[in-house]
C-alpha cells in the first residue's frame, strides 16, 4: 500500500500523524493491507445493493435486505463514525487452490476453510488494533473540549459493505467477480473494518483494473454471472454448499464436481494473484486432512465426528447435514463406482436432504460416468 505523505504543496491531513502510526501498527500485526477513508459511501452503493436484492439474486440470504440500510451507509449503523479503517489478511494458497478437482474419490474446500476459522483469526488482530486507536487517539492532557475516541470491530457477521469500503480505503478494486482485487494479493484477501470516531486521514486510491479480462467470468461451472460485476448467488456454489440450507437444485448439481464447501474457481484465475505472496499467518496454513479429503471418510461422519472433525473451522457452522448433503453430491460427480457402498446408507438418513442427496448419488453411481473434472 502506499504511505501518506501528501504532495507537494497539499497541507497534510491534522490527523495524518496518527493515521501513519496506524498504519504501521496495522502492518506490524501481520496485515497485509491497510487503508482509509470517511464513514460515508456514495449512492452507488445502495443502487448496487437495491439492483442485487430486486433481483432476487440473494436467494436465502434474507438477513441481506432486513439491514440493507445500514449495509450501504456506515453511519447508518453507527451515526457517530466518521472513518473506517479497512483490513486485508491474504490467505493465498502456496500451490493450485483448484488442484484437488483433479481427483474424484476427495473433496475440495475452499482454501479460505482449510484452517482455523478466519473470523476469530482476523477479529483478534482487528481488536488489538483497536486498543492502539484508542490509546494513540487519546486527546491531549488538557485539552478541552475532546473526548476519547470511540471504535467498532467488524469481520463478516455485521451489515458492513466492506468490499466498497475497501476499494474506497484505497485496497484494491472490485472485480468483475464481484470480490475485492488487490495489486499486491490479488483476490486472496480476508476483510475487516474498525469503524470510529476519530477523522483520520483518506488513503489515495489504489489504481489496478480489470480491463477486458473476463477469466473469472468464464470459470464459473454454474454460470452465476449475469453480466460483468453482478453475480446472482443463487447459481453461486459457494452460496449453494453453504448458505443454501434445503435441496441443491438438481440442474446445478453436476455442474458442483467434488466442491464440498465453497468455490475458488473465479478468484483462483485472477491474472492479479502473480502478485500475491502466500498467507503468512500461522493460524491460516492448511491442515492436511483438509486439503485433500476422503468422500468415504467423509460421508460416514456422524454429528460428533462433525464437529470433532472441523472443531475450530468456518465449516462447522453449516452442520452435518448440510456438509454430508455436499459429500453426496461429490460423490454422485466422481464417477467411483466404488464409492456406491458408502453412498447407500445415507438413503435411510433421518434428514430428509441428505437422503434426497443420496438417492441422486446412488442413481449417478449405478451409471457410472467417466469423471471430467469441472
Same mark, same amino acid.
Request: proline share 9%; net charge positive.
Given at each position: 500500500?502506499?504511505g $501518506?505523505?501528501?504532495? +507537494?504543496?497539499?497541507?497534510?491531513?491534522p490527523?495524518?500523524?496518527?493515521?501513519?502510526?496506524?498504519?504501521?501498527?496495522?502492518? @506490524?500485526?501481520?496485515?497485509?493491507?491497510?487503508?482509509?477513508?470517511?464513514?460515508?459511501?456514495?449512492?452507488?452503493?445502495?443502487?448496487?445493493?437495491?439492483?442485487? /436484492?430486486?433481483?432476487?439474486?440473494?436467494?436465502?440470504?434474507g438477513?441481506? @435486505?432486513?439491514?440493507?440500510?445500514?449495509r450501504?451507509?456506515?453511519?447508518? /449503523?453507527?451515526?457517530?463514525?466518521?472513518?473506517?479503517?479497512? /483490513?486485508?489478511?491474504?490467505?493465498?494458497p502456496?500451490?493450485?487452490?483448484?488442484?484437488?478437482? #483433479?481427483?474424484?474419490?476427495? !473433496?475440495?474446500?475452499?482454501?479460505?476453510?482449510?484452517?482455523?476459522d478466519?473470523?476469530?483469526?482476523?477479529? !483478534?488482530?482487528?481488536k %488489538?488494533l483497536?486498543?492502539?486507536?484508542?490509546?494513540?487517539?487519546?486527546?491531549?492532557?488538557? #485539552?478541552?473540549?475532546?473526548?476519547p475516541?470511540?471504535?467498532?470491530?467488524?469481520?463478516?457477521?455485521?451489515?458492513?459493505?466492506?468490499?466498497?469500503?475497501?476499494a474506497? +480505503?484505497?485496497?484494491?478494486?472490485?472485480?468483475k467477480?464481484?470480490?475485492?482485487?488487490?495489486?499486491?494479493?490479488?483476490?486472496? $484477501?480476508? =476483510?475487516?473494518?474498525?469503524?470510529?470516531? $476519530?477523522?483520520?486521514?483518506?488513503?489515495?486510491?489504489?489504481? &489496478?483494473?480489470?480491463?477486458?479480462?473476463?477469466?473469472?467470468?468464464?470459470?464459473c461451472?454454474?454460470? @452465476?454471472?449475469?453480466?460483468?460485476?453482478?453475480?446472482?448467488?443463487?447459481r453461486?456454489?459457494?452460496? =449453494?454448499?453453504?448458505? %443454501?440450507? &434445503?435441496?441443491?437444485?438438481?440442474?446445478?448439481?453436476?455442474a458442483?464436481?467434488?466442491?464440498?464447501?465453497?468455490?475458488d474457481?473465479?478468484? @483462483?484465475?485472477?491474472?492479479?494473484?502473480?502478485? #500475491? %505472496?502466500?498467507?503468512?499467518e500461522?493460524? $491460516?496454513?492448511?491442515?492436511?486432512?483438509?486439503v485433500?479429503?476422503?468422500?468415504?471418510?467423509?460421508? #460416514?461422519?456422524?454429528?460428533?465426528?462433525?464437529?470433532? =472433525?472441523f472443531? !475450530?473451522?468456518?465449516?462447522?457452522?453449516? !452442520?452435518?447435514?448440510?456438509?454430508?448433503?455436499?459429500?453426496?453430491?461429490?460423490?454422485?460427480?466422481?464417477?467411483?463406482?466404488?464409492?456406491?457402498? %458408502?453412498?447407500?446408507?445415507?438413503? +435411510?438418513?433421518?434428514?430428509?436432504?441428505?437422503?434426497?442427496?443420496?438417492?441422486? +448419488?446412488?442413481?449417478?453411481?449405478r451409471?457410472?460416468?467417466?469423471? =471430467?473434472?469441472?
Open positions: 500500500m502506499t $501518506l505523505a501528501p504532495a +507537494a504543496g497539499v497541507t497534510p491531513h490527523a495524518a500523524r496518527l493515521t501513519q502510526k496506524i498504519r504501521d501498527k496495522a502492518l @506490524a500485526l501481520g496485515f497485509d493491507a491497510v487503508g482509509f477513508c470517511a464513514a460515508h459511501l456514495g449512492p452507488d452503493t445502495r443502487m448496487r445493493l437495491a439492483d442485487f /436484492l430486486a433481483r432476487g439474486y440473494h436467494g436465502d440470504m438477513w441481506l @435486505a432486513e439491514r440493507a440500510d445500514q450501504s451507509q456506515p453511519t447508518a /449503523l453507527w451515526p457517530q463514525a466518521r472513518s473506517v479503517v479497512a /483490513l486485508g489478511l491474504s490467505y493465498a502456496q500451490g493450485d487452490a483448484l488442484a484437488t478437482l #483433479a481427483r474424484p474419490d476427495c !473433496g475440495n474446500i475452499s482454501v479460505y476453510a482449510r484452517n482455523r478466519y473470523h476469530d483469526v482476523l477479529k !483478534g488482530m482487528l %488489538h483497536a486498543q492502539f486507536m484508542v490509546r494513540e487517539g487519546r486527546p491531549r492532557a488538557g #485539552a478541552a473540549g475532546d473526548t475516541p470511540d471504535v467498532k470491530v467488524f469481520v463478516d457477521t455485521a451489515p458492513v459493505a466492506e468490499k466498497p469500503l475497501a474506497q +480505503a484505497g485496497l484494491g478494486w472490485q472485480g467477480h464481484t470480490n475485492l482485487v488487490s495489486r499486491q494479493q490479488g483476490s486472496w $484477501l480476508f =476483510l475487516g473494518e474498525i469503524y470510529t470516531t $476519530l477523522d483520520l486521514a483518506p488513503s489515495p486510491p489504489s489504481g &489496478g483494473g480489470c480491463g477486458s479480462c473476463t477469466r473469472c467470468l468464464e470459470a461451472p454454474t454460470g @452465476a454471472f449475469p453480466a460483468p460485476y453482478r453475480m446472482d448467488a443463487r453461486c456454489i459457494s452460496y =449453494l454448499t453453504i448458505e %443454501h440450507a &434445503g435441496p441443491i437444485p438438481e440442474d446445478l448439481r453436476p458442483i464436481g467434488t466442491r464440498i464447501y465453497g468455490c474457481d473465479c478468484l @483462483a484465475v485472477c491474472p492479479w494473484n502473480r502478485f #500475491a %505472496h502466500s498467507a503468512r500461522v493460524k $491460516l496454513q492448511p491442515r492436511p486432512e483438509l485433500a479429503p476422503d468422500l468415504a471418510m467423509l460421508a #460416514a461422519l456422524d454429528d460428533a465426528g462433525f464437529r470433532t =472433525l472443531s !475450530g473451522s468456518p465449516i462447522k457452522r453449516i !452442520g452435518r447435514n448440510r456438509f454430508v448433503r455436499n459429500v453426496l453430491i461429490a460423490m454422485g460427480n466422481s464417477g467411483l463406482p466404488h464409492l456406491l457402498p %458408502h453412498a447407500i446408507p445415507l438413503l +435411510a438418513d433421518p434428514d430428509a436432504v441428505v437422503a434426497d442427496a443420496a438417492r441422486w +448419488a446412488v442413481a449417478r453411481l451409471q457410472t460416468p467417466p469423471y =471430467l473434472p469441472p
